[in-house]
């Protein structure tokens, strides 16, 4: 080969060389030198061509370690952001089974540029020469904490405080978290006052970097004080506008503080850094859906083709299903039970929020297929059944809830809830709800609002079941928890009433009405309650009240009026029952209450009228019949004075009133339970001034025996 050819290789591998098309040029010298090998006068050529290939090997094998040692760092950071995923703790799995999680992720993430030790140490070498200055520093601020949250996953505290010591070296001074873990692992040890050292040592610490920033805001993260976290986080993005993790926790605590469209923003910039992060698209899907849920409002049933959703809900409903089709799609590419399971879950409650409920059981039911070992897919099954009136197919799902995840309050109080739910619960079963609502209270936080519910439902079973002292004290349970609960006070103000306890029902409504906004139910309880101390003023004067708070309450006015009744004031009772009836027409006893007020006015064609209107109304009960009975032993009354105007005919008029109005007492009385009738005759019969004129002639029919109480 001539030198001029030689050269003009040489000369185009170096060319090669400078386009750094090494291969290229690799090649050239390696046909170039067996041509010129042995050649005298090429020797010099032969020298260079071996020293550029030898320069040209170097470079590639270069290039290559530099690929491996990318390839490091970005395996490094996909397999720290696994970790820090399973520590978010936001996956809606048990902690348990995220403790091992976290465990294997962490160590497999500092496997990558740190050695493992004897006894859980670990020591980070020289970094590969290609990582630019600030990748280094990511790097070490990864293991420092990598090496803080497997000390904080691993159940000896001697390995996590070894651990701790570890992470020493990675950086310059401990940090918050780094005391906190150490007193976390010291209290487990039983040293109390070391613990409480480093708890002192935390203390002092303020944040100054990005990941103190970070690290405390975690710290409150994991402590669900979600609002006391999001600072922390935002400083974080100041000092480091790229930090990944800070954005995705601060949206995280976004959605723990149902501030769904905020969450949405800060997810929708995390997945511009990584759009291949499928729990990304899980969480928007979830933020999204529950933007469109606060807008469409409560689902209490499927809706028909004639109530779809506007148009503005429906989009958001459509963008999070668009999340969860996409979130599939990579799990196609990278299958992960895990993140499976939570998305059916989160994709069935999107279809139950829609309205959608075949669906919503579909992907839950997917759920319990792909992994039966977890309760949410049970848990959420059994609230849609509960939804639907399948009381039997609700108590089984909350049963294999519970069987799986048997410290969880909500799942105890739902199973109550099914139980209570039946059209005519047994015996036995208000009593297995009445268990499940005292485990439920055991397990919940204590002042946590729901307990005071879980109290009023267990003191209404109780009331129920006759043991009214347990009632009463589960209703002031509830109202310790939260002292304004309307539905306790109510309930346990109506059993005292029950009981007779009136002046304790006076003075509780007294104290509520001083503290509390006046309510018409307050002073309707405290009216009833004076009305059975026979303090009749007071008793209408609260029911006065309550009607300015109610305007309009037939059952009010109609009340009222029989009070201006017992006072011997027929006029305005008149008026109250007349704007009774108009508001509420179908009130017999409103009809029976003026037709009474009119009798004592003298009225007495226009009594009975009404007395016949009520009776034909309504069923006659014992109560009814007795007020029409009254109510035509008054027109009796009032018929006599037309005896010296008509003479006889008047005499038949009052006899027939008379003798219907003892038809309709002895009716009334049959109608009685027989344990009932004794008391009635002696307390209310006996008693009424309406019937004094009849007296004579319901001697007769007076009973003999000993009598029981009872109300009429």
Request: proline share 5%; with cysteine.
């Amino acid at each position: 080969m001539t030198t001029s050819k030689s050269a003009e290789v040489i000369f185009q591998a170096q060319e090669d060389m400078a386009q750094h098309q090494l291969d290229q040029a690799r090649t050239r010298l390696l046909g170039l030198l067996p041509k010129i090998e042995g050649e005298p006068r090429l020797h010099d050529l032969y020298a260079r061509a071996g020293s550029l290939l030898a320069q040209i090997d170097s470079r590639i094998d270069d290039d290559r370690q530099r690929e491996q040692d990318g390839k490091r760092y970005q395996q490094f950071l996909r397999k720290w952001n696994e970790t820090q995923f399973h520590e978010t703790q936001f996956t809606g799995l048990d902690v348990a089974a995220n403790r091992k999680l976290i465990q294997q992720s962490a160590r497999e993430t500092l496997a990558v540029f740190t050695a493992p030790g004897s006894g859980e140490t670990w020591s980070l070498g020289p970094l590969p020469r290609i990582l630019s200055q600030r990748e280094q520093v990511e790097v070490h601020e990864g293991c420092y904490e990598l090496l803080l949250i497997l000390a904080g996953a691993v159940d000896q505290p001697d390995q996590g405080l070894r651990l701790l010591d570890s992470s020493v070296s990675l950086h310059g001074s401990p940090t918050r978290a780094y005391h906190l873990l150490r007193a976390a692992c010291l209290a487990r040890r039983g040293d109390t006052p070391a613990a409480e050292q480093e708890r002192q040592a935390a203390e002092r610490l303020q944040p100054a970097t990005a990941l103190d920033h970070f690290l405390m805001g975690k710290e409150r993260y994991k402590r669900q004080q979600w609002g006391l976290a999001i600072p922390h986080f935002d400083t974080a993005l100041q000092l480091q506008p790229d930090h990944f993790w800070a954005n995705t926790l601060s949206a995280l605590c976004c959605l723990g503080l149902q501030r769904y469209s905020e969450a949405r923003i800060r997810l929708n910039a995390c997945l511009q850094r990584e759009p291949d992060y499928p729990w990304l698209y899980v969480w928007r899907g979830f933020a999204s859906s529950h933007v469109a849920a606060q807008a469409a409002g409560p689902v209490e049933k499927p809706p028909s083709d004639k109530n779809t959703p506007p148009k503005d809900v429906e989009l958001q409903f459509q963008a999070a299903e668009s999340d969860y089709r996409r979130a599939l799609e990579l799990l196609e590419q990278k299958p992960d039970d895990d993140l499976r399971y939570v998305l059916l879950i989160n994709r069935g409650l999107l279809g139950f929020q829609r309205g959608k409920w075949a669906q919503a059981e579909a992907d839950w039911q997917a759920a319990i297929r792909l992994d039966g070992r977890r309760y949410q897919a049970h848990g959420e099954l059994a609230s849609l059944y509960l939804r639907e009136n399948k009381q039997v197919a609700a108590i089984e799902q909350f049963s294999r809830a519970i069987d799986l995840q048997p410290d969880l309050a909500v799942l105890y109080r739902g199973r109550a809830e099914a139980e209570l739910a039946r059209p005519a619960p047994t015996k036995d079963q208000r009593a297995r709800a009445l268990r499940d609502l005292e485990q439920a209270i055991r397990l919940e936080k204590p002042g946590d609002p729901v307990v005071a519910r879980d109290h009023t439902h267990r003191g209404r079973l109780l009331d129920h079941e006759g043991r009214n002292e347990e009632a009463l004290a589960a209703f002031e349970a509830a109202l310790k928890v939260v002292p304004d609960y309307a539905e306790a006070h109510r309930l346990r103000l109506d059993l005292l009433g029950k009981l007779k306890r009136h002046r304790e029902v006076i003075l509780s409504c007294d104290a509520l009405l001083a503290q509390a906004k006046p309510s018409a139910e307050l002073y309707q309880l405290r009216g009833l309650a004076k009305e059975s101390l026979k303090d009749y003023p007071g008793a209408i004067a609260d029911f006065t009240q309550a009607i300015v708070l109610r305007p309009g309450s037939a059952p009010l006015l109609a009340h009222r009026g029989e009070l201006y009744l017992v006072t011997d004031a027929p006029r305005p009772a008149v008026r109250d029952f007349e704007e009774a009836i108009r508001l509420d027409p179908s009130n017999p006893d409103a009809y029976n209450g003026r037709g009474l007020a009119r009798a004592i006015l003298g009225d007495h064609q226009q009594a009975l009228a009404d007395a016949l209107i009520a009776l034909r109304m309504a069923e006659p009960t014992p109560r009814r019949l007795y007020n029409a009975a009254r109510i035509y032993a008054k027109a009796a009354v009032a018929a006599t004075a037309d005896v010296r105007k008509t003479g006889r005919d008047a005499v038949l008029v009052v006899t027939r009133y008379q003798d219907q109005a003892v038809a309709l007492v002895r009716e009334s009385y049959n109608r009685l339970p027989a344990a009932q009738r004794a008391s009635f005759w002696r307390d209310v019969i006996q008693t009424d001034p309406a019937l004094t004129v009849l007296r004579r002639r319901l001697r007769s029919s007076e009973p003999a025996g000993p009598a029981s109480s009872a109300d009429h």
